[in-house]
């Protein structure tokens, strides 16, 4: 898209609806954790100072990643639903947690949206400086309805691999959360065709009705979704992620290794690495404890919530000389596919380099160079998460924590206790 041709904002009536969602929602959490809820929070300050930076959406030169690891404050039965042959997806993409419990949604889990109520009200109305999370495609949007509500609640359908055939590091919403993190336009190949299997099919969910199929995009070929990032109004974006990918609860509080998802945010978004603020939360899990009696859809108030805001990260120190690596390696894949075009070895636009912000070859998805990257950036940023845990005044976690192999300890069963004696919820 040129950037003549690139909208400044999405429709009248869709801000309106999303001022609507993310206010009613944010001032319902805030209600919450106020007036029915103990609520601590650490380190918000120095949080709210950058949100002001942020506020004139031309004016930003970066997007904003915020990390959450929720720490138990005692350990809950939880149930654990992980692939059938029990193997670990340690290339799989982050997994979110977002609540919404009623008679025909299974339960979510709270920490996004209750931990935003802890922002102060004048916050929570401008929808351009809010945060952009990932929700469980088959749970947060069955249906059009629900598909809205969602979108309108800046909300990406990510797809569990699982649960489904389209999950994974290297799916669409991924390639939306980098692009929101950066600066439109993008250049990019043409979107994939919607096709229909059937004549029976249901036509493709595109929640706004007021824009053009141009500026949304697909998960899995069927569906259609609104592409927030084609719009300049969302330059730089904010977007909130769950690095574990679960949730996990020990009650040691040791973190699971980090899933690669974030990597991919940290590494590609352009032109400018995102800030990143790692935050350390505990409480939410007892907010909707998996052993809660009837009514299970009401949340329990006279809970405590803790929400600590880390420091930003001085992310050109901490990322930087990763983030020259990946270009490097951009450089010589694009080269490579150039010279294997010109000698007849591949065809079409792709071959010659032009593909677009967050959309990569297969040398740059498995690579070993692009895997190791992947990892090295992994574990920095769960060293970040790690300094706000011992400002806790949590002691240092085992080394081999940050590991997937010191994982495979909790065994491959599909629900219950882990061999390790935690327990773990694929949300």
């Not at 096709?195 to 070929?221: K, N």
Request: proline fraction near 9%.
């Amino acid at each position: 898209m040129a950037p003549e041709e690139q909208p400044a904002a999405p429709s009248l009536p869709w801000r309106c609806g999303s001022v609507a969602v993310m206010g009613v929602v944010g001032l319902l959490s805030r209600g919450f954790l106020a007036g029915l809820s103990n609520l601590e929070v650490n380190g918000m300050d120095k949080f709210l100072q950058l949100l002001d930076e942020r506020k004139d959406v031309q004016g930003r030169q970066r997007g904003l990643v915020t990390g959450e690891f929720r720490a138990p404050r005692h350990g809950s039965p939880l149930q654990t639903k992980q692939p059938a042959d029990g193997k670990l997806s340690h290339i799989s993409s982050f997994q979110p947690r977002i609540c919404l419990t009623g008679a025909s949604v299974p339960p979510f889990r709270l920490d996004d949206p209750l931990i935003w109520g802890s922002l102060p009200l004048r916050y929570m109305f401008n929808p351009d400086n809010l945060r952009w999370s990932l929700a469980s495609h088959d749970l947060a949007f069955p249906n059009k309805a629900l598909s809205l509500f969602f979108s309108l609640g800046q909300t990406l359908p990510c797809h569990r691999l699982a649960h489904s055939p389209h999950g994974g590091l290297f799916q669409p919403t991924i390639t939306q959360a980098i692009r929101l993190l950066s600066r439109a336009p993008f250049s990019a190949p043409p979107p994939p065709t919607i096709q229909r299997h059937d004549s029976t099919a249901a036509a493709p969910d595109i929640p706004d009705p007021f824009t053009s199929a141009a500026l949304t995009y697909t998960t899995t070929g069927d569906d259609a979704f609104p592409a927030p990032a084609a719009y300049a109004s969302r330059r730089h974006g904010w977007v909130h992620i769950f690095p574990e990918g679960k949730v996990h609860q020990k009650e040691d509080r040791t973190m699971r290794y980090f899933k690669w998802g974030v990597a991919r945010l940290i590494l590609e978004s352009e032109p400018h690495c995102p800030d990143v603020v790692p935050m350390w939360v505990e409480g939410p899990q007892q907010v909707m404890h998996e052993g809660r009696t009837f009514p299970r859809f009401l949340p329990r108030p006279g809970k405590t919530v803790s929400v600590t805001f880390g420091e930003r990260v001085d992310v050109d120190s901490v990322f930087g000389d990763l983030r020259a690596r990946w270009r490097r390696l951009k450089e010589r894949d694009g080269e490579q596919r150039r010279a294997a075009a010109a000698a007849g070895e591949e065809e079409g636009k792709g071959a010659l380099g032009e593909v677009g912000l967050g959309v990569l070859s297969e040398g740059l998805k498995y690579g070993s160079e692009a895997v190791e990257l992947r990892k090295e950036c992994t574990m920095r940023m769960r060293e970040e998460v790690l300094k706000v845990r011992r400002s806790m005044g949590l002691p240092d976690e085992d080394p081999k924590a940050g590991l997937v192999e010191t994982w495979a300890m909790e065994g491959g069963k599909n629900e219950g206790k882990m061999d390790d004696d935690s327990w773990v919820k694929d949300t």
